[in-house]
């Protein structure tokens, strides 16, 4: 009866252990499972399994891998303190190192505990129990241990319950730190999203901006692409640009409000905020009055104002935003927008003043060249007009005298017709007469105007008509075409001279075809690619590289074409007339 009375106190006994355990395993788990967060986690750990250990105090240790070393977080009273072990030292270094249970009875007797933390604290250590803290791939990812148990002595129960607890713990720490893990790279890749997003965002504004700029011919129109841009790129209700003088007591403001899309202009003698930016030369971000700028329908309760370099290093104007969209206030990612647009308009502001300068200088040496080529083209008619007037003192009759007098007086609208055509040709205008010409008379009469000149110049002149009937151009334009073409081959051929033949035919398409033939030298290979071009000449003495280029602008505007045909000897150009 003894040894049934014995069995059935040890097997409650072992129920009541189990019973303990699983109570405790239960309570830690609740507690556990209220929270993910690593410092609240550990503190937590720490308080409940004191309290099922019934022990005095305890000490948990997370393994840094990396370095081979325990740290700690000690619980006395309300204080967290932290320490460190190698893997190894002491005894919850030992119990890292053999991954199993270890109980010290007599902790002061034990060659592996360390009375350091005992001397500070004045506290004394007598028993240690502690298990390593396994995650459930068997990893010792920690320890944990318990000092001095309250009533008695530690016991092979509070071993198997300090394990069960210490496995639970790594198992939620894990968790934990694999939670931590996430957030952490869900952060990261919110933050690399964010960051490309505001790249892209910058480089489509990079890229609306160079569109913009690249079509600008002018810097106002220029500064409406950039500030456009810059008002959809930041919500920004209003923008403004200031080029300033060297002396930045004046300057243009530009300005682009609400949604319009047309720039104002108006000049600017100093004051505000746009001072500020001018003379600190550095970004102002400011509030505003409300209703500052009376003349928009809302209020601009901030700006934004960056200064731009300009020519030698010095400032050369600012860009300015005004009211951002919501009633928001403008966002660093704003001044980093704006600085961005800032340095590309100053780039931009400086090459467009640059090429208009050029320009400028081009004009002016292209008026110099024009008015010498005007000169020398009235040679030709001066000198018909010349021969006209020793033809009429010569005259015996009334009748003849007339006659040379109305052919000096076609001479005079000759000479108008070509000062008009320099004047087109220079402004880019298109503007022609046609009507019907009977081809026999406009040749005899160009015959008539030429052939003398040619003469003195050593040059035999022919023309052939294959087609006498009538055509429709601008009588006054061919006219200048024919001269211009029969100065060139004179020219060519030098003072040796040669023959210039034109000759006249019909195609099938009715089309009119004017070839103008000449025994030269040919026009140089070099020079083929850019024949037509203003200003672009052989060499010839007397040339001023705009005759051809006025015979073409004259076919253009008939619809026609001019080219250089291909030929053994000399040059020959054809100019097609379309008849319909």
């Known amino acids: 009866m003894l040894g049934a009375t014995d069995k059935v106190a040890e097997l409650e006994v072992a129920l009541a252990r189990e019973q303990r355990i699983a109570r405790a395993l239960r309570k830690v788990g609740v507690a556990l499972g209220s929270t993910l967060d690593l410092d ?18 305890a000490t948990l240790y997370l393994l ?15 204080r967290v303190l932290h320490i460190r072990l190698k893997v190894g030292e002491g005894i919850a270094g030992s119990v890292a190192r053999s991954g199993h249970v270890l109980l010290v009875r007599d902790a002061q007797k034990d060659p592996r505990f360390s009375p350091h933390w005992d001397d500070i604290s004045g506290y004394r250590t007598r028993s240690i129990l502690a298990a390593p803290m396994k995650t459930s791939a ?22 198997e319950l300090l394990l069960a607890l210490a496995t639970h713990a790594a198992v939620s720490i894990d968790n934990s730190r694999l939670l931590l893990s996430l957030r952490e790279r869900n952060n990261q890749l919110l933050l690399t999203k964010e960051q490309l997003e505001h790249r892209v965002r910058d480089l489509k504004l990079l890229f609306e901006l160079e569109r913009s700029m690249a079509h600008a011919a002018s810097v106002e129109e220029l500064l409406q692409g950039v500030l456009g841009a810059a008002t959809r790129a930041t919500s920004a209700k209003a923008a403004a640009a200031l080029l300033v003088d060297r002396g930045h007591d004046a300057g243009t403001l530009f300005r ?44 601009l309760p901030s700006a934004l104002i960056v200064p731009f370099e300009g020519e ?17 206030v403008f966002s660093p990612e704003d001044h980093n927008l704006l600085q961005l647009v800032a340095a590309n308009a100053s780039t931009a502001i400086r090459l467009q003043r640059s090429r208009e300068l050029r320009e400028q200088e081009e004009r002016l040496s292209t008026i110099g060249r ?13 000198t018909i007009i010349s021969g006209y007037v020793q033809l009429m003192q010569d005259a015996d009759s009334q009748g003849q005298r007339e006659h040379y007098a109305q052919l000096a007086l076609k001479q005079f609208d000759l000479m108008g017709g070509m000062q008009r055509e320099v004047l ?14 009977y081809l026999q008379k406009f040749f005899e009469d160009v015959r008539m105007q030429i052939e003398a000149e040619l003469r003195r110049r050593n040059v035999q002149f022919t023309v052939v008509l294959h087609e006498r009937g009538t055509a429709r151009f601008d009588e006054g334009k061919v006219t200048r075409i024919v001269h211009n073409m029969a100065r060139n081959a004179a020219e060519a ?53 705009l005759g051809l280029a006025i015979v073409k602008k004259i076919a253009e505007e008939h619809g026609g074409s001019v080219a250089l045909v291909d030929t053994s000897l000399g040059a020959c150009f054809e100019l097609v007339l379309p008849q319909s």
């Open 64 to 78: 840094d891998a990396q370095k081979q070393e325990l740290v700690s977080r000690i619980v006395q009273g309300d």
């Open 424 to 437: 087109e040709f220079a402004r880019g205008e298109r503007s022609i007469l046609v009507r019907k010409v």
């Open 40 to 57: 609240e986690l550990l503190g937590l750990i720490l308080k409940k399994i004191t309290e099922a250990l019934e022990a005095d105090r």
């Open 256 to 299: 682009l409000e609400g949604k319009g899309t047309k720039l104002l202009r108006e000049p600017w003698t100093g004051g505000g905020l746009l001072a500020r930016a001018l003379e600190t030369g550095e970004l102002v971000s400011a509030p505003l009055p409300k209703q500052r700028i009376k003349r928009l329908p809302f209020e």
């Open 138 to 159: 068997g990893d010792t990812i920690g320890v944990v241990q318990v000092l001095n148990k309250k009533v008695g002595e530690f016991s092979k129960i509070d071993e």
């Open 312 to 328: 030698d290093g010095q400032i050369g104007g600012v860009i300015a935003l005004y009211g951002k969209r919501g009633d928001r």
């Open 370 to 382: 024009l008015l010498s080529g005007v000169i020398h083209d009235l040679k030709t008619p001066l």
């Open 493 to 545: 051929m030098g003072t040796k001279g040669g023959t210039f033949a034109i000759e006249v035919i019909r195609r099938a398409d009715k089309a009119l075809v004017i070839r103008f033939a000449d025994t030269g030298p040919g026009v140089p290979k070099a020079l083929v690619p850019r024949l037509f071009r203003s200003f672009v000449t052989g060499g010839k003495k007397g040339g001023t590289g």
